[in-house]
């Protein structure tokens, strides 16, 4: 009867290991193209300003001939990145990143080096975890 | 259980009225019994849709109903302004039925609180009741959802009434017993205890499940209907209305009604054993233990079938309960007076 | 797709025009919208007028016809074509409020989008001036029940049951309803406006941003619209990805609205759960692919931004065929199911006219037996060289919509593992997109309907473009906005209260896919 197969597949779900991922105890591996953060390569940079022109919420503004961020507006686009013509300008996956600028009026911050490091430790820190390597992706 | 065994003058303070009133199977016992069930429940509807359930408060999340009903406990009861000064009265009242309902379930012939040769009508009629409750709490919180909600509570215990009834009259012919101790008694368990009370019944050595399996599916529907379980929670409905009759009642009102669903969810179950499984009986174990036990699988049972199941259309729901469910109990009730002729049982 | 072909009216002869065009076969009515030209457009120098644009398709021979009718600016008005398509009811009631059109003959003209005390300025005429805005917050805002208005039961927003930001004001005895009122404009985020003001590019962002569960067919019809415009080609392996990456949009959506949509109605909750949990397969495919879960920004005019990741075949090919296996014990669940299948036959009854008159579209359409998929009338490429094919009931009623959809949902994991089979081979940066659509490119002036499949029914964008790097107009034809007109045309025929929730999941109504 279809009263009863209902009963019997929720039945065999009783016994099954639930597919919640216990965050922040276990943690799962994500894409390697997740755009979380923006990373600036300051040697490549040609200071030509297209990646503040072209993003669509005004995040990135041009101060000394580099972009600085303003991630209350990211939407995490990456038009930014397709824009730049020496794609010095890259979007790395961290698993969480959390933003700290205290004691300012200006919420424009300045980007990460490439390797994920912070430019300027004493006006902003982020925080961030360690990426992943390989696995599902 | 070195407290069973403490004598006040010359009486055991197990015999008390008051102790059974208050500790066991009273009202410690039943907050106990609560605590347990809600946590369960929440456990096994996690375990069917793949997820966890609680986890972190208590080992494996067995505090988290106490932490849930102090968090209740401590907000702000809102009351409307226009809704009628009866408002608190309702769910106190439902809390304090479903404890009489609770004084007539015999966990053992000696562990009961009312005990009398009638206590089957009594449970009718306390069952009764509690419907109507559910519409004045419905009515008296002055607003549109709730009412709409204490309707469909009052359509639907004009639809299981006359069912419940019905189902348990083959279980009265077989016992010749009305009280509930009787009962178990005729299905071959034998007294734990001279109970004050005389009790009338026929001994016929046999669970009830095993002779009347219709009338144990029947009855399992009547309850789930009479406690608003789902597949026919149509009262409080959520995609429909808002929370149903008790809509408006925050805070420790509606802990107040959390528990008190939770225990008729356990009393309810406790009728279907006291009348089909044999109550208390089973070996090694203590009887009352035995009780608890068949109770909480029975209860398991039905969150289950509760779990798994999409909700009824009202219309639906009084459909099978007038056209479907009454003709089959009357069709139990003549099944059963073909069997009893058949097996001789007078 | 080729010129639309236009046929100018005036306000006098518009309705016999549209009689006539309905006779010939034009029975569908996509949108009614307008374009406001003022004296600087550069699309139309010197003009300095309004249109009111009524967009009509032909079901029997996929034609598409434009109805234009020139209205001056300072008072425009036209008749009210519901006596031709019954569906132009909304239609019309947005253009009153957006353009300032007056609509002469509509039984109902309040707002619909807007708050109901908004004053006379109208948002989407090109002088609109923000600080003009004035609202009166103590405008009524129920005509049922005029004077009792605690007797006005609201299913909307705040009501679990109504899925969301929309809903009905509903006038009840018991649990019947005797009229009801719709609430929509609560997720309205003007969507069109900002779309005159970023460029191309980054249009993607805000087309995308149409509907949450379904923006990859949002973004794959706005670049469509602007290749047409630019008159480029998108080199073949692109047209594969973009295939590969709709339909795997399209099961994520097919899977919440069997879930939680569906299934919630009924609050049965083991559907719920495990359509979530599985949708998490999708999910991950979807992650690997573009980076994002929800939003992807991954189709681009001219072609896609990246190609395919190392494992994604074997990846695909894991999750999919898991997927595929898991039909089956939903279609058991639910679509078998007595109890559900009591609540879902015969509940919103459309009979194809109906459907089409009302504009309806997806699988509300197919579900009433009209073979119709835009996915093949307009030619998408590479879908008919996979074999693909339409999916259709008879029945016409929510159980019918329910099959559709999951039948919807095998043919696009086919789909989607054909297509990865197929893929071609080469991933310079030529095989993914045409370079002619730079990122500051400049569109010349041109006007085009691009149409597609989305989730939900037939989305379309109609796009003039005017020389500059911004568009002059963008329209979008929401299929949500004509589905839950369809959900009101059924409750005024008398309804009960326990079938709305079922009915709006079955209608697989998008909050943002109608206000936009």
């Known amino acids: 009867m279809g009263l009863i197969k209902p009963l019997l597949y929720t039945l065999r779900e009783l016994f099954r290991k639930p597919v919640t991922v216990k965050y922040p105890y276990e943690k799962r591996d994500i894409s390697p193209r997740v755009r979380n953060i923006h990373t600036l390569n300051r040697e490549t940079c040609q200071h030509c300003g297209i990646c503040a022109r072209m993003c669509p919420n005004n995040v990135l503004k041009m101060k000394d001939g580099y972009p600085t961020a303003d991630y209350s507006r990211c939407s995490f686009c990456g038009i930014c990145l397709d824009a730049c013509p020496t794609g010095s300008i890259q979007m790395i996956h961290t698993q969480e990143h959390n933003i700290v600028r205290a004691h300012s009026e200006d919420l424009y911050m300045e980007l990460l080096n490439p390797d994920g490091t912070v430019y300027n430790p004493e006006v902003a820190s982020i925080g961030q975890d360690e990426t992943n390597e390989g696995g599902v992706f | ?346 | ?516």
């Open chain 2, 1 to 346: 259980m070195c407290v069973l065994r403490i004598w006040i003058g010359d009486k055991m303070l197990a015999d008390s009225l008051l102790f059974k009133l208050f500790v066991f199977p009273g009202t410690v016992f039943s907050l106990v019994v609560v605590l347990f069930l809600f946590w369960w429940w929440r456990k096994v509807g996690a375990a069917i849709q793949s997820r966890y359930g609680p986890k972190h408060v208590g080992p494996a999340g067995t505090l988290q109903t106490i932490a849930d009903v102090v968090k209740l406990i401590a907000k702000e009861s809102i009351i409307p302004e226009k809704a009628s000064r009866w408002f608190w009265f309702m769910p106190v009242f439902s809390f304090v039925l479903s404890f009489l309902f609770l004084s007539l379930i015999p966990f053992t012939d000696h562990w009961v609180i009312l005990d009398f040769d009638t206590s089957l009508i009594m449970l009718f009629a306390v069952m009764a009741i509690e419907p109507l409750l559910i519409f004045l709490v419905g009515w008296a919180s002055y607003n549109k959802y709730g009412l709409a909600g204490a309707e469909r509570a009052g359509i639907q215990m004009l639809a299981y009434e006359v069912f419940l009834a019905l189902t348990f009259v083959p279980i009265i012919m077989l016992s010749h017993s009305w009280s509930l101790v009787g009962i178990v008694y005729a299905q071959g368990v034998s007294p734990t205890w001279a109970t004050p009370v005389a009790h009338t019944f026929v001994n016929r050595g046999v669970w009830f499940a095993v002779v009347q399996p219709l009338a144990l599916l029947l009855s399992v529907i009547a309850v789930m209907m009479a406690m608003h379980i789902k597949p026919f929670d149509i009262p409080d409905a959520e995609p429909e209305v808002i929370y149903g009759a008790s809509t408006e009642y925050g805070g420790p009102f509606y802990a107040l009604q959390m528990l008190s669903h939770f225990l008729m969810m356990f009393l309810g179950s406790g009728l279907i054993v006291s009348m089909f499984f044999g109550g208390w009986e089973g070996p090694y174990l203590p009887h009352v233990a035995w009780f608890v036990l068949k109770t909480l699988t029975v209860g398991t049972t039905i969150m289950f079938i509760q779990h798994s199941m999409p909700r009824l259309r009202l219309s639906h729901m009084m459909e099978i309960a007038w056209k479907k469910l009454v003709p089959l109990a009357f069709l139990n009730i003549f099944i059963t007076l073909i069997i009893m002729e058949v097996l001789g049982w007078v």
């Open chain 3, 1 to 516: 797709m080729a010129e639309i072909e236009k046929i100018t009216a005036t306000p006098e002869t518009l309705v016999d025009t549209a009689l006539g065009l309905k006779k010939a076969g034009f029975t569908f009515l996509e949108f009614m919208s307008a374009v406001d030209y003022v004296p600087k457009n550069k699309v139309e120098p010197g003009a300095n007028r309004i249109d009111a644009v009524y967009m009509l398709w032909n079901p029997g021979t996929n034609e598409q016809k434009m109805i234009t009718v020139p209205l001056p600016r300072d008072n425009p008005v036209v008749p009210t074509v519901m006596p031709v398509w019954e569906g132009a009811n909304w239609h019309e009631r947005e253009a009153h409020e957006l353009f300032g059109i007056d609509i002469k003959g509509h039984p109902n003209l309040s707002h619909l989008l807007l708050a109901e005390g908004w004053n006379d300025t109208y948002p989407l005429r090109k002088d609109f001036k923000v600080e003009e805005v004035e609202i009166d917050w103590n405008a009524p805002t129920s005509k049922l029940a005029e004077g009792e208005p605690e007797r006005v039961y609201h299913f909307a927003v705040q009501h679990p049951g109504a899925h969301g930001p929309m809903g009905f004001d509903l006038l009840l005895d018991g649990n019947r309803i005797l009229d009801a009122e719709s609430r929509i404009g609560y997720v309205h985020r003007t969507l069109e406006k900002l779309g005159e003001q970023r460029n191309y590019y980054q249009n993607i962002l805000n087309m995308e941003r149409g509907c949450i569960m379904c923006g990859m067919p949002y973004i794959e019809v706005w670049a469509r619209a602007v290749e047409e415009l630019l008159g480029i080609e998108v080199p073949e392996k692109a047209k594969y990805l973009r295939l590969i990456a709709v339909e795997l949009n399209r099961l994520s959506s097919h899977l919440i609205w069997m879930g939680p949509q569906q299934g919630g109605d009924f609050s049965y909750m083991p559907v719920a759960m495990w359509a979530m949990g599985d949708r998490e397969k999708v999910l991950d495919l979807l992650e690997a692919l573009t980076g994002g879960r929800i939003t992807f920004a991954y189709i681009r005019p001219g072609g896609v931004r990246w190609d395919i990741p190392e494992r994604f075949r074997e990846m695909a090919e894991k999750n999919l065929r898991y997927l595929e296996s898991r039909i089956p014990v939903y279609e058991e669940m639910m679509f078998k199911e007595p109890i559900v299948k009591e609540r879902l036959t015969g509940l919103g009854k459309l009979t194809p006219q109906e459907a089409i008159d009302i504009g309806a579209s997806g699988p509300v359409l197919r579900a009433t037996g009209v073979a119709h998929d835009t996915r093949k009338d307009a030619h998408i490429p590479i879908y008919e060289d996979l074999g693909f094919q339409i999916v259709t009931q008879t029945a016409g009623d929510a159980w019918a919509r329910g099959m559709v959809r999951l039948g919807e949902m095998k043919e696009s994991i086919r789909l989607i593992l054909d297509a990865l089979d197929r893929l071609p081979p080469g991933n310079s940066e030529a095989d993914l997109f045409n370079r002619k659509a730079m990122p500051w490119m400049k569109v010349p002036v041109g006007e085009t309907y691009a149409v597609t499949e989305s989730c939900r029914g037939r989305l379309g964008i109609h796009l003039i473009s005017d020389g500059t790097n911004t568009p002059y107009r963008t329209k979008i034809r929401g299929p949500s906005f004509s589905n839950m007109y369809a959900v009101e045309h059924i409750l005024k025929k008398g309804s009960y209260l326990y079938d709305i929730p079922v009915l709006i999941g079955s209608m697989d109504v998008c909050p943002a896919d109608m206000d936009r």
